[in-house]
């Protein structure tokens, strides 16, 4: 494959990935959250990408890959640095609130780590896979606020 064919590809993945990770946004920004449709493309985005560009560095440095004297490949080590700079952000979307005595955003942070987990598998090529916990991560999101609302509701009517 030429370096253009793998920049095509790479770019290809990355675009999949942030398509899939702002559909899990699209769902966070309906719910009226901090982190919405830009913050879960870029993360995802940026996860493939980073999985992408270490394959390339790795080819480039390495010859016949991952088994030169010159570098060694470790690749769950870059999937540790995607997940510790996400879940930097995912920290910034957590507090505690005043009033309420409760903690909001841990959702939000969970749904950023799983859009990031998302842009790895597409980079990975784990098309179907990407696809499949995307689904899975926008019926969840759906499903418990609809079922939290009508816990609250049914709070409400009990106290009411």
Same mark, same amino acid.
């Given at each position: 494959?030429?370096?253009?064919?793998?920049?095509?590809?790479?770019?290809?993945?990355?675009?999949?990935?942030?398509?899939?990770?702002?559909?899990?946004?699209?769902?966070?920004?309906?719910?009226?959250?901090?982190?919405?449709?830009?913050?879960?493309?870029?993360?995802?985005?940026?996860?493939?990408?980073?999985?992408?560009?270490?394959? *390339?560095? &790795?080819?480039? +440095?390495?010859?016949?890959?991952?088994? @030169?004297? #010159?570098?060694?490949?470790?690749?769950?080590? /870059?999937?540790?640095?995607?997940?510790?700079?996400?879940?930097?952000?995912?920290?910034?979307?957590?507090?505690?609130?005043?009033?309420?005595?409760?903690?909001?955003?841990?959702?939000?942070?969970?749904?950023?780590?799983?859009?990031?987990?998302?842009?790895?598998? *597409?980079? &990975?090529?784990? +098309?179907?896979?990407?696809?499949?916990? @995307?689904? #899975?991560?926008?019926?969840?999101?759906?499903? /418990?606020?609809?079922?939290?609302?009508?816990?609250?509701?049914?709070?409400?009517?009990?106290?009411?």
């Amino acid at each position: 494959m030429s370096s253009w064919q793998l920049q095509l590809a790479i770019l290809a993945e990355v675009f999949l990935a942030m398509v899939l990770g702002g559909s899990i946004g699209i769902e966070r920004a309906t719910a009226n959250k901090s982190a919405g449709f830009r913050t879960h493309s870029l993360v995802a985005g940026a996860a493939a990408l980073l999985v992408g560009v270490s394959d *390339v560095l &790795l080819y480039r +440095f390495s010859p016949d890959m991952y088994t @030169t004297d #010159l570098i060694r490949s470790d690749p769950i080590r /870059v999937i540790q640095a995607i997940i510790a700079g996400i879940s930097f952000l995912g920290a910034g979307t957590i507090f505690k609130h005043p009033r309420k005595q409760h903690v909001e955003g841990l959702t939000t942070a969970a749904s950023l780590l799983f859009s990031g987990a998302i842009g790895i598998c *597409v980079a &990975l090529r784990q +098309f179907m896979l990407a696809v499949a916990v @995307t689904l #899975l991560t926008v019926v969840v999101l759906r499903s /418990v606020d609809f079922i939290e609302r009508w816990i609250k509701q049914s709070d409400d009517d009990a106290e009411g």
